[in-house]
């Protein structure tokens, strides 16, 4: 069963930085697909970005395109997403998903984390 854990949400000015984690353990080799999504009160879940474990170029939703970056360290089963240049609409909820490929559908991920808070304040 494979489990994920994210972590490094917060509150942030606006132009501000952060990064998350998202660790996953049990048996990552059978969903070698990684993503974040977000989902803000009263909205539908929002892709992020997603990036296989095995190679393979990321990408990311329009929203978030050239300020935010996917990476994976495979040595530590840990995918990060670094937030430039934040702004108040990317308060939400950040949530890692996990599946066997890639996807910008939440539906198609069966492996979730609980989520993590950020809060961008103008």
């Known amino acids: 069963q494979v489990q994920l854990e994210e972590s490094g949400g917060g509150v942030v000015q606006a132009g501000g930085s952060l990064r998350l984690s998202c660790a996953a353990s049990g048996g990552t080799f059978r969903t070698p697909a990684m993503a974040w999504f977000r989902q803000a009160p009263g909205k539908e879940r929002e892709f992020v970005a997603a990036?296989?474990?095995?190679?393979?170029?990321?990408y990311y939703g329009d929203a978030v395109k050239g300020r935010f970056t996917i990476s994976r360290d495979n040595a530590k089963n840990t995918v990060y997403l670094q937030m430039n240049s934040l702004k108040p609409e990317d308060t939400a909820v950040y949530f890692c998903?996990?599946?066997?490929?890639?996807?910008?559908?939440?539906?198609?991920?069966?492996?979730w984390g609980h989520g993590t808070q950020v809060t961008v304040s103008s």
């Open positions: 990036v296989p474990w095995s190679g393979g170029s990321p």
């Open positions: 998903a996990s599946d066997v490929r890639l996807s910008r559908d939440p539906s198609n991920y069966n492996y």
